[in-house]
């Protein structure tokens, strides 16, 4: 995976981190130059139309804040060119991931180099796997998740998704895995989603514990206001 990230594009001048309070006016340019990103399959964009300086105020607050979520930007110097979040799954032991490229920034390899770096990150916070659910009909997604060589675990129709204007309906699941799982999984020839579902199994019946996410302090002792309920330290990381 790193190697088609690296053959992609010369990634010196970016920057993947966590996102800020101090990076509010950078995040609120890239949301007013990315309309159509933010409302075509995502729900993100929906009023922001509407929206005035308090309003987005609001909703940069509201992500930093959100206990169960992490934010990260893309940067391109100081210009936010993706930004991506990582949540709590569908089920136990794994983060979804949300994420958004900027206008005139498509087509130039930001959606494999931020989609790599956030799957890594949600792995390295103690995860199990990083979950992404893309509509079938968002092509550059879906080419992003499969050109990293995720894995398809299912498919599904859902008419009132209420994912972005251009939802068709009809989604498809992905999974990247933590490295361990796959080598256990091909040791016992299995899959890596068959230990998952033992691991949910062993959940359902008490044997296994749900993890839950803690107070750490920072590595380096930098104060982040809002995001500090992590699996572990979270720290500012430049690209290699």
Request: charged share 30%; net charge neutral; aromatic share 14%.
């Amino acid at each position: 995976m790193n190697e088609k990230i690296e053959k992609t594009r010369n990634y010196e001048n970016l920057t993947f981190r966590m996102m800020s309070y101090i990076d509010f006016d950078e995040f609120q340019r890239a949301c007013l130059a990315s309309p159509e990103e933010l409302t075509a399959f995502l729900s993100k964009g929906e009023f922001m139309e509407y929206y005035n300086l308090v309003d987005y105020i609001n909703l940069f607050n509201a992500i930093l804040k959100e206990r169960d979520t992490n934010a990260y930007g893309l940067f391109e110097g100081s210009t936010l060119v993706g930004f991506g979040t990582t949540s709590p799954a569908n089920k136990s032991y794994g983060q979804q991931i949300v994420y958004w490229i900027r206008k005139g920034f498509h087509g130039k390899g930001f959606g494999v180099f931020l989609m790599h770096r956030l799957i890594c990150r949600t792995i390295e916070n103690g995860n199990s796997f990083a979950e992404l659910i893309i509509d079938q009909e968002n092509i550059p997604s879906i080419k992003v998740a499969e050109s990293l060589g995720l894995t398809k675990i299912k498919e599904w129709e859902r008419s009132e998704s209420g994912q972005g204007k251009r939802n068709s309906g009809k989604f498809s699941m992905y999974y990247a895995f933590d490295h361990r799982i796959e080598v256990m999984a091909e040791e016992k020839k299995l899959q890596p989603i068959d230990l998952l579902d033992y691991l949910w199994f062993l959940e359902s019946i008490g044997v296994a514990e749900t993890p839950k996410m803690e107070i750490r302090r920072s590595k380096f002792g930098k104060t982040r206001l809002s995001q500090n309920l992590r699996f572990f330290s979270d720290e500012s990381e430049p690209s290699k």
